[in-house]
């Protein structure tokens, strides 16, 4: 069964960074893209980019450009998602998700989401 | 920027009869391949979200045949034939090639 596991919930204090990961089994986590998707309090979905695993060639959303940095750790199956200094904005639901292959079709296995909480 | 808009943005539907939403885009969707990478996703209260079709009709594997989606171009559906209070939630469509999601609709129980 694929699965993608996320980190807990965050609540930190702007300024801080953070880095959050998504744990995969159940495929060759090489071999699929991995997308971040944020979800602001009581709001629509935003994509926030790709990575690809296997030589984590990275693409992001023009929004989140600079804002945040994705990675992947082959030898664990885990991809992050990082910030070095987090702002209330960052306020959000995270999801990380498995990208289909042609990845046009978009995610077709989602992680549970991890909060994080920004306020000083 | 191609921008996908939804219509409605809330719809009260009543369990048993069918119900329909619109994704509109500001140009048309097809692939230079000839493909269109239209996709739709329902997130149902408290859940992470779910894909439900990709590349306009195609349903995913579990998606109850009750959801069918349709349309070319710039005009989408994503039709339930009969609701059912499971259906309860908020769908998206989203444009595969530019990885942009129109607002969300939200269906409820009348």
């Known amino acids: 069964e694929v699965q993608l596991v996320q980190s807990g919930a965050e609540v930190k204090k702007p300024g801080e960074s953070l880095k959050i990961s998504c744990k995969i089994s159940g495929y060759r986590f090489t071999t699929y893209w991995i997308g971040w998707v944020r979800q602001m309090p009581g709001k629509g979905l935003e994509w926030m980019g790709i990575i690809y695993p296997g030589d984590s060639d990275a693409r992001y959303s023009p929004s989140f450009q600079g804002q945040i940095t994705m990675s992947a750790d082959k030898s664990i199956s885990t991809a992050y998602l990082q910030w070095s200094s987090l702002k209330a904005s960052d306020t959000a639901m995270y999801y990380c998700?498995?990208?289909?292959?042609?990845?046009?079709?978009?995610?077709?296995?989602w992680g549970q989401g991890t909060t994080v909480t920004v306020s000083s | 920027d191609v921008v996908m808009t939804q219509s409605p943005l809330s719809l009260p539907v009543t369990l048993g009869q069918p119900a329909s939403i619109s994704c509109r885009s500001t140009q048309s969707l097809v692939h230079s391949d000839g493909n269109t990478y239209l996709n739709w996703f329902q997130q149902r209260p408290g859940q992470s979200p779910r894909r439900l079709i990709y590349?306009?009709?195609n349903r995913d594997s579990g998606v109850p045949d009750r959801f069918s989606g349709s349309g070319s171009g710039t005009d989408f559906t994503l039709k339930i034939s009969r609701v059912e209070a499971e259906d309860v939630g908020v769908y998206y469509c989203?444009?595969?090639?530019?990885?942009?999601f129109g607002q969300g609709t939200k269906v409820e129980v009348k």
């Open positions: 998700a498995r990208v289909d292959s042609p990845y046009y079709y978009g995610m077709d296995v």
């Open positions: 590349k306009v009709s």
């Open positions: 989203m444009l595969g090639t530019h990885w942009t």
